[in-house]
């Protein structure tokens, strides 16, 4: 009978201890549901040491789109001053390579009709209001021809750039869209290609 009582006393006193346990984490989850006096709930000390530590982003935000601005315009500058150099560095990935450097000094060092080709079709619609039904006419046929010799001469072109990449960088090795590079800075007046151009009328590139 002893040893039963003392093993009920012994029950009983975990009870209340869990009891007590039990009590005082609903009031500590009380205490955190329940707001300070001015509405703000007290911040644990990890959240105020993580909050010291994190940067101010909307300074850093700013910071750094100025210093992408300066970047961006600094590579602006050196890429028109590359155009006007030839340095390579700089230069953008179109214009970039020993292959396009031929490809520009070989149509740089050429004289050609497609450089010519807007001037002269300018020339031609403001004369077109000017002339007789009759000079229109054969001002027409005169443009035609014009055209056609244009094209012949981008097809000639295209093909020499063909011939030279071979002979000088291997058969196979030639970069995709090189004739239509040549074509296309053939038919740009040479004072205003981009990027300038090296060689002068007749030194072309070996």
Excluded: C
């Amino acid at each position: 009978m002893l040893g039963f009582r003392k093993k009920s006393q012994t029950d009983n006193a975990a009870q209340e201890a869990a009891a007590a346990r039990e009590a005082e984490e609903a009031a500590a989850a009380q205490r955190k549901r329940t707001p300070e006096r001015k509405g703000v709930p007290t911040p644990k000390r990890r959240d105020q040491e993580a909050a010291r530590r994190r940067p101010l982003v909307h300074n850093d935000r700013k910071a750094a789109r100025a210093s992408q601005r300066k970047a961006i315009q600094e590579q602006r500058a050196k890429m028109r001053q590359a155009m006007e150099t030839g340095e390579e560095k700089y230069l953008p990935a179109r214009d970039r390579g020993p292959q396009k450097r031929w490809i520009r000094d070989y149509v740089d060092a050429r004289h050609g009709v497609g450089e010519w080709l807007l001037v002269l079709v300018l020339v031609f619609l403001f004369a077109s209001f000017l002339l007789t039904d009759e000079t229109r006419a054969l001002t027409s046929y005169l443009l035609f021809v014009l055209m056609l010799a244009v094209f012949t001469e981008l097809f000639w072109v295209g093909h020499k750039t063909r011939k030279g990449l071979e002979a000088k960088f291997g058969v196979g090795n030639m970069e995709k869209g090189s004739r239509f590079y040549a074509a296309m800075r053939a038919l740009q007046m040479r004072r205003l290609r981009l990027p300038k151009p090296m060689v002068n009328r007749g030194e072309f590139p070996s």
